[in-house]
């Protein structure tokens, strides 16, 4: 198993009143050569939002976004004509395709919002766009990794273009969680929202991640209570 380590502390920084934003890899004002992507993960920003504040309508192609909203809430508008509004505990996934225009704001006025957007590189190009969006609010459990994303047209998950698993837990210390890449030939990229959890002797704390790739499987030591993202994506 090969492995590269994604410290918190030196992830990307900008804060522009309203944005405050964190960068896994190059995006906007940040950029650093070592840091464009893992396999077909380009984008991971860590947001929060201000209240009532947001991004105007702006164009997107060829490329599958995810948004989870990890607490507070957004509101999505886009070019074809969907309107609606994410909520912690939802999942969101727009194909941008052959091109989408879209907005988001945190519709709220009493509490900033927190959310990942996701950008992961499609299996096929210049599709038609979509947007789909899923709760998964009463489908986590303690003690569970449950899967958000799949390349599966699963019912119980939400469908993207491309090889890729996304799965979230939230787990007790003392616990040991086995992932087993589901594609073979993919990597994991295991970004840890809250906790302390050991990975191969490797410790990781709160935002800090681990890509690991040429294995089959991942065996994850939970230190402290602990609330993990899985994102398996081509290599």
């Known amino acids: ?15 522009i009143g309203w944005l405050k934003a964190n960068f896994s890899f190059s995006f906007g004002p940040y950029y650093d050569p070592e840091k464009i992507q893992f396999g077909a993960l380009r984008v991971l920003n860590d947001d929060i939002i201000g209240r009532g504040r947001g991004f105007g309508a702006h164009p997107h192609d060829n490329m599958e976004i995810i948004t989870i909203v990890l607490d507070g809430a957004l509101e999505h508008k886009d070019s074809m004509g969907n309107v609606g509004i994410i909520k912690a505990g939802e999942v969101q996934v727009m194909s941008a395709g052959t091109g ?24 096929e190009r210049n599709i038609k766009p979509r947007y789909d969006q899923k709760s998964f609010a009463d489908a986590l459990k303690l003690n569970e990794l449950i899967t958000l994303i799949s390349p599966e047209k699963d019912a119980d998950a939400l469908w993207i273009n491309q090889d890729a698993t996304f799965s979230m837990g939230e787990f007790e210390a003392g616990k040991t969680i086995t992932y087993n890449v589901k594609t073979p ?12 959890i050991e990975i191969d ?5 709160k935002r800090d991640a681990l890509g690991v790739y040429d294995t089959c499987s991942v065996t994850i030591e939970t230190v402290a209570q602990s609330r993990l993202l899985i994102l398996e994506v081509p290599m």
């Open 185 to 196: 030939g993919n990597g994991a990229y295991i970004f840890l929202l809250e906790g302390s």
């Open 1 to 15: 198993m090969k492995k590269i380590l994604y410290p918190a502390n030196q992830r990307g920084y900008n804060d």
């Open 100 to 123: 989408i225009t879209h907005s988001e704001y945190n519709p709220l006025h009493d509490k900033d919002t927190n959310s990942l957007q996701i950008w992961v590189f499609p299996k």
């Open 201 to 205: 002797g490797t410790v990781l704390n």
